[in-house]
């Protein structure tokens, strides 16, 4: 795509491909990694926390870049689109990617407290009826 568009040359571009290839790569390696674990009949590591996040970084970076690639292409939708309006549908799609199967701020606590031990942030005690609860930015 980026050769189609004339900026396979443009160094920053050429940088952001590799790091996106190098970002696909070690999400590929740490999927084999904890299918591994799975087939040894092991309960799943951090593997799955870190593979979540790996994937919402991967798929803003290639909104991002796609759409840098595709220039002002980017305001077209369908068939009028370079690749029928493939990286627009992504476009639209990549905030999902951070949200479903738990939000990238979750499973970066999860990482925290399980993984490297750090304690939990604080918060209301567990017993505390929701109608207790402060809501909003004011205390």
Do not use: W
């Not at 790996?54 to 690639?69: A, F, H, K, P, Y």
């Amino acid at each position: 795509m980026a050769r189609d568009q004339g900026c396979n040359d443009d160094p920053r571009v050429r940088q952001r491909l590799a790091q996106l290839y190098s970002l696909t790569q070690i999400g590929r390696y740490t999927s084999m990694r904890s299918k591994a674990a799975k087939a040894q009949g092991k309960a799943p590591g951090p593997e799955a926390n870190t593979a979540k996040l790996m994937m919402s970084r991967i798929t803003r970076l290639s909104r991002d870049l796609g759409l840098e690639i595709i220039g002002p292409y980017g305001m077209l939708a369908g068939k009028d689109a370079p690749h029928h309006g493939m990286l627009q549908e992504m476009a639209l799609f990549a905030p999902a990617v951070s949200i479903y199967g738990g939000s990238d701020e979750v499973q970066k606590n999860i990482i925290g407290e399980r993984i490297l031990g750090l304690p939990k942030e604080p918060g209301p005690d567990k017993s505390t009826p929701f109608r207790e609860l402060k809501v909003g930015t004011q205390g």
